[in-house]
């Protein structure tokens, strides 16, 4: 499969992150670089990886279409406010999409081109590893428009294979 729930969830409170500036915005998505005031999410990954992840917050609303993300590989997801959305993961049927250009770049598939393999529905407070080299969207459950904060650390370096053996070494998988 191609997300995983961590073991543990951790709690995150308004004040444990301050976000800094906005570092990419696309769609429906914003991003903010961060620092982590309180919390040290990063402790579930061993030490010696822990400089290779960047550290952002995002800010999501509304429907985000099949896609695979440009340059990052994985994504360490903690949902502050995940409101009710479904992630779900694809595989592709044929390899037709449009590339969409900018910072934050990426392909965007119809879904036509694509079977859907699974999806998730994440509660506050869970963790997810999510590989992000394979399509994925975002799909509400509801008519209200409910924004989703979610505090992420996210690697362009590791797959996502060799990220659940990472987080096996601490113990949160
Ligand atoms: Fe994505």
Do not use: C
């Not at 390899?95 to 119809?110: C, E, L, M, N, S």
């Not at 994440?122 to 080299?133: F, G, S, Y």
């Not at 509400?140 to 992420?152: A, D, G, K, M």
């Amino acid at each position: 499969m191609y997300f995983i729930q961590l073991n543990r969830n951790i709690e995150i409170l308004p004040n444990d992150f301050n976000k800094i500036s906005e570092k990419i915005s696309y769609g429906n998505i914003v991003y903010f670089t961060t620092e982590d005031l309180t919390i040290n999410v990063k402790r579930i990954l061993p030490e010696r990886y822990r400089n290779q992840f960047s550290l952002l917050i995002f800010e999501a609303y509304e429907r985000i279409h099949p896609h695979i993300d440009d340059i990052i590989t994985v994504s360490i997801n903690f949902y502050v406010s995940p409101g009710n959305y479904e992630t779900k993961f694809y595989d592709i049927v044929t390899d037709q999409h449009i590339y969409r250009t900018g910072k934050a770049g990426g392909r965007v598939f119809p879904k036509r081109n694509l079977k859907e393999v699974g999806g998730f529905i994440a509660k506050p407070n869970e963790i997810w590893l999510l590989d992000v080299t394979k399509p994925h969207s975002v799909e509400p459950l509801s008519s209200i428009s409910e924004i989703r904060q979610v505090v992420t650390l996210q690697s362009s370096k590791y797959s996502y294979n060799e990220v659940i053996e990472m987080i096996k070494e601490t113990g949160y998988l």
